[in-house]
């Protein structure tokens, strides 16, 4: 798919570059709208980090079809989709999520839908490890609900 970047990796990624590399050289992209997802502290104070998993081949696909349901519903140049893997700390990079449009209103709408649906659909598997040991992270109820305002 035209004007589409999608990739996996355990790598960090340079967050100007990947800003950079939404506008068009055309300048038809009028409006750039980006995300970029953290680990963070849970509530209780006591996460050390995570580890993300995933399965290669599969993964990107379902990213790749993120992105393209992205560029039918919304007047798009580009999208850009990065997500990490393996060991993750603490204000670490998760994932970066880029969108380049003509008009504000499709590229912020279209930037909060490739998120709403990586979380539902993209086959991650998230371990957060505290002092207390590990576990794994199940699906939000409220990551589906963010995702099925999205239907038609």
Do not use: C
């Amino acid at each position: 798919m035209a004007n589409t970047l999608v990739r996996v990796q355990n790598e960090d990624f340079d967050l100007a570059a990947l800003a950079e590399q939404l506008r068009s050289e055309d300048a038809s992209s009028g409006a750039i709208v980006t995300f970029t997802g953290i680990v963070r502290e849970l509530v209780d104070g006591e996460l050390q980090g995570m580890f993300l998993e995933h399965y290669p081949g599969m993964t990107e696909n379902a990213l790749r079809k993120i992105a393209e349901q992205a560029h039918q519903r919304w007047d798009l140049q580009q999208v850009i989709i990065i997500h990490r893997v393996g060991e993750l700390h603490l204000n670490d990079n998760i994932v970066f999520v880029g969108v380049g449009s003509g008009h504000r209103k499709d590229a912020f709408e279209a930037a909060q839908f490739v998120m709403d649906y990586l979380k539902k659909d993209a086959p991650f598997w998230k371990k957060e490890i505290s002092a207390d040991g590990e576990r794994w992270v199940e699906q939000k109820q409220s990551d589906l609900a963010a995702a099925g305002r999205w239907k038609k």
